[in-house]
C-alpha cells in the first residue's frame, strides 16, 4: 500500500514555454524543443574514466606534458540501485495534506516585474549533439545525479557567500545552493535529461514543508503515487514522460546517494539539504520564489553562458559560485569557453569550484577550488591550454585518501615560473 496519501493541488509555475524567453505564468524548466533523444533513460549513472594522476607544476606549457594519462582499466560503474537492502533508503515519510503550502503567493520575496524578466528571459543553448567523456567509452552518458561523494570538502569555502549560483548537474546544485543561500541561482546543463530532472525537483520542494517530506517522494512504496502526481502537476509540460521516465529509472539510484551523502555529511559536520531541514528551507524558499531557473547552457555554446553573465550584470548580482565538475577534462579550452567565462560577472568573493577525476583509485574525485577572477585571467593566455595547466593534481595512492586543492597562483606568477624555467633549461644545454 503507497504511503504517499493525496495532496493538496498546488499553484506553481511548471509548465516549459516553447519558446526561450518564459512568460510569468510558465513555470520554465530550461528544456527547448529538441529531438527524440537516442537512448532510453536509465543507463549507468554519472561515471568517468579517470585521470591517472599527473602532477603538473602550474604553468609548465607543453601540451604532451600537461595531458592526462588515459586510464588503463575502466572503472566499475556506480550503482543503481532499488531500495531493497540499502539501511535507511526508506526513512522518508508519507507528505501529510496539511504539510502542503497554501500558497506561493504568500511567500515573501518571490521575484517578479523587471528582474523576473532579466533572470528568466535570458536565451538557452539547444540541447548537445554528443555528450562529452574522457574516453570515448564514457561518451553519451547522462549525469541524472552526481557521483563526487565528498562535496563536503567545499562547504568551508561555499557557506554563506550570497550573490549568484551557476552549475552544472542535477542534485549537486541543491547541495551548493543550501550552503551558500544565493540571490539567484541557474542550474544550467547541456544535456536535456540533467535539465528536464530539475521540474520533477521543483514539485517535490513546492510540495514538501519538509526535508523527510521530499525524500518520501523518492522511497520506493511512493513510486506509483508520485509518476501520479507528476502526471498531475506537470500536465502542460512538454517533457513529462521523458521526466517521469527519468524519475522511476533513477529514483533508487538518487535515495541510495542521499543516504550514503547523509553518512558522510553528518560525520564531517556538514548540513545535507535532504535531511537537514534549516538548509532544506533554504532551498524550497528559492524554489517557491522563483529564484532557481533550470536552463539548457553548454559551456561551450554561445548563447547560455553569455546570458547569464548579462543577466546577473544586469541584476548586480555577482556570481560567487561557478561550479563545472569534472568538465573541464573533457576537452581543451576553446576560444567561445574562455569568451564564456569572461563574460560572468564575478568579484573578488567568487569562487570555481571544480572536480577531477581519480576513480580508478578512490572511486571519487580530486576537489579544487580556484577564486573565478583568478581563474578568468589564466585563461586568458592561449598557451594555457587545459585544466591540467591551471592545477597540480595530488597523487592518490590509497582509496581513503580525497585531495582536496586550492589554487591561487596567478598568471602574472605563473608566467614569471614559467619563463624562469625555460631560461634554466636553455642554459643547462
Known sequence: MNRLVPLISLWILLSLSACNTPTKDDAATGTAKTEKATSEPGGPSKVDAAAAPNVVEPGEGDPEEAEAEPPDTAPEEAPILGDEGVEGAGDGTAIDPSAVADSIAAIDGVLEGERYDLFWGSKEDPPAEELHGITPEFEGRHYVYGDEYNLQLF??????????????GADQAYITIAWQKPELAWLIDYDEWVVSIHAA???????AKTADEFRGFWDKDNEDATLALLDKELADHPKLQLIKKLYKANRGGLRYRMTRLQKTFEAANVPYVFYDQ?????????????RIRPLLANLLDDEGMVGIGAAAKALNVPIRVLYVSNAEEYWNYEDQYRANINALFFDEKSILMRTLSTWKRNKDYQYAVQGAQNYAGWLTRKWVERVSYIVQRQAVSSPDETPFIETTLDIETAEANRAARKERKKKGK
Do not use: H, I, T, W
Open 155 to 168: 562547504y568551508p569555502k561555499v557557506k554563506d557567500l550570497g550573490g549568484a549560483y551557476v552549475g552544472v
Open 201 to 207: 525537483y521543483r514539485v517535490f520542494f513546492s510540495l
Open 278 to 290: 534549516e538548509a532544506y528551507e533554504v532551498v524550497r524558499n528559492l524554489v517557491l520564489q522563483k
